[in-house]
């Protein structure tokens, strides 16, 4: 059994949603420990009341890391969000020593097979797995940006890979900024070092594994049969849906800053069962008195970039908008 941990606020409500209904649908065991950010998303869990979904706030990650209060006070919300990444695997470590993965999600991650069986056949060895952007040859420069995700992290429950894991949180909590800077970017570029500090860290092979816009432009295959998805020719275990933003209109979906253009298989094989996900629990937010309604809002969890005249536009050259209409009803003809 593996431990996964992610958090959100009451903005990521939707995307928390959809990726807690896969985890549900695709792991059998292994739990989910999310990390409410704010009253509205704690309450909001514990009424629906997940099996296997351990609930905490943001006040037991703060409590048991002393200086993130700190960190809270000398760089932006958004900063504040990366530092958070790096301080849930060692609180995960240390509160469930019977797992034998700890491993930190992005909230906006969604589940296509059981990531656990990646893990389950990681050698004893292995302390540590990380899972690369993938960047096509023509993307290369991207990776000032870090040759790691920080999307899908898995740490084994050891003394050795705790010790990378204080390392990355205390190094974040020194400096983690959205900016590029002295070899450095948020708390992603730090991944880098660790195969420097420990022994057993490795690249996960598996492309499907944590796969994004970023790494679309090296896919050649995409299929799914009888719920079975595959890219590349191996299976298709959880996409990140970075950057996808939305209002009652429509959905830009992420990838046109990859200059990526979604295709109609691409579309109906991966994104359509995501944003048919995120519709549900659209509609069924914005029935909440309590809640804001979630199709008003562009905003995302981490500030990305602005939904700007020029952002739509290059959206609409790379074909990377859709109608909900496209969503709700099958454009494969």
Same mark, same amino acid.
Request: net charge neutral; hydrophobic share 40%; proline share 3%.
């Given at each position: 059994?593996?431990?996964?941990?992610?958090?959100?606020?009451?903005?990521?409500?939707?995307?928390?949603?959809?990726?807690?209904?896969?985890?549900?649908?695709?792991?059998?065991?292994?739990?989910?420990?999310?990390?409410?950010?704010?009253?509205?998303?704690?309450?909001?869990?514990?009424?629906?009341?997940?099996?296997?979904?351990? =609930? !905490?706030?943001?006040?037991?990650?703060?409590?048991?890391?002393?200086?993130?209060?700190?960190?809270?006070?000398?760089?932006?919300?958004?900063?504040?969000?990366?530092? =958070?990444?790096?301080?849930?695997?060692?609180?995960?470590?240390?509160?469930?020593?019977?797992?034998?993965?700890?491993?930190?999600?992005?909230?906006?991650?969604?589940?296509?097979?059981?990531?656990? *069986?990646?893990?389950?056949?990681?050698?004893?060895?292995?302390?540590?797995?990380?899972?690369?952007?993938?960047?096509?040859?023509?993307?290369?420069?991207?990776? *000032?940006?870090?040759?790691?995700?920080?999307?899908?992290?898995?740490? @084994?429950?050891?003394?050795?890979?705790?010790?990378?894991?204080?390392?990355?949180?205390?190094?974040?909590?020194?400096?983690? @900024?959205?900016?590029?800077?002295?070899?450095?970017?948020?708390?992603?570029?730090?991944?880098?070092?660790?195969?420097?500090?420990?022994?057993?860290? *490795?690249?996960?092979?598996?492309?499907?594994?944590?796969?994004?816009?970023?790494?679309?432009?090296?896919?050649?295959?995409?299929?799914?049969?009888?719920?079975?998805?595959?890219?590349?020719?191996?299976?298709?275990?959880?996409?990140?849906?970075?950057?996808?933003?939305?209002?009652?209109?429509?959905?830009?979906?992420?990838?046109?800053?990859?200059?990526?253009?979604?295709?109609?298989?691409?579309?109906?094989?991966?994104?359509?069962?995501?944003?048919?996900?995120?519709?549900?629990?659209?509609?069924? =937010?914005?029935?909440?008195?309590?809640?804001?309604?979630?199709?008003?809002?562009? !905003?995302?969890? !981490?500030?990305?970039?602005? /939904?700007?005249?020029? /952002?739509?536009?290059?959206?609409? =050259?790379?074909?990377?908008?859709?109608?909900?209409?496209?969503?709700?009803?099958?454009?494969?003809?």
């Amino acid at each position: 059994m593996n431990i996964y941990g992610t958090f959100a606020n009451r903005n990521f409500l939707s995307q928390l949603l959809a990726l807690t209904v896969s985890f549900h649908e695709k792991t059998t065991e292994s739990r989910l420990a999310i990390f409410a950010l704010d009253d509205e998303t704690h309450a909001f869990f514990e009424k629906l009341g997940f099996d296997r979904v351990d =609930l !905490r706030k943001l006040q037991d990650l703060e409590n048991f890391h002393k200086d993130l209060p700190i960190a809270k006070s000398n760089r932006l919300e958004s900063e504040y969000f990366f530092t =958070l990444t790096s301080a849930i695997p060692s609180f995960l470590i240390t509160h469930y020593p019977r797992c034998n993965f700890a491993v930190y999600i992005d909230a906006d991650l969604f589940f296509f097979a059981n990531p656990d *069986i990646v893990l389950e056949n990681a050698d004893s060895s292995v302390n540590v797995v990380l899972t690369p952007h993938n960047f096509a040859k023509k993307d290369s420069h991207l990776l *000032i940006y870090g040759e790691f995700n920080t999307g899908f992290v898995a740490f @084994r429950i050891n003394p050795t890979s705790n010790e990378v894991a204080e390392w990355w949180l205390q190094s974040c909590l020194a400096w983690c @900024r959205d900016l590029v800077e002295d070899g450095k970017f948020a708390d992603q570029k730090y991944l880098e070092s660790f195969p420097v500090l420990i022994d057993g860290v *490795i690249t996960c092979n598996d492309v499907g594994l944590n796969l994004g816009p970023w790494g679309l432009n090296n896919i050649s295959t995409i299929s799914s049969v009888a719920r079975d998805w595959e890219v590349n020719n191996q299976k298709l275990y959880a996409f990140h849906f970075s950057g996808i933003k939305w209002n009652r209109w429509g959905v830009i979906l992420g990838a046109w800053p990859y200059k990526h253009r979604i295709n109609k298989t691409l579309f109906n094989t991966v994104y359509r069962p995501y944003l048919t996900e995120i519709t549900k629990w659209n509609d069924y =937010l914005s029935a909440q008195e309590t809640l804001i309604p979630a199709r008003k809002a562009l !905003r995302t969890l !981490r500030s990305t970039r602005k /939904v700007t005249l020029r /952002v739509i536009f290059r959206a609409l =050259l790379t074909n990377d908008i859709r109608s909900w209409r496209s969503v709700t009803h099958d454009s494969n003809k």
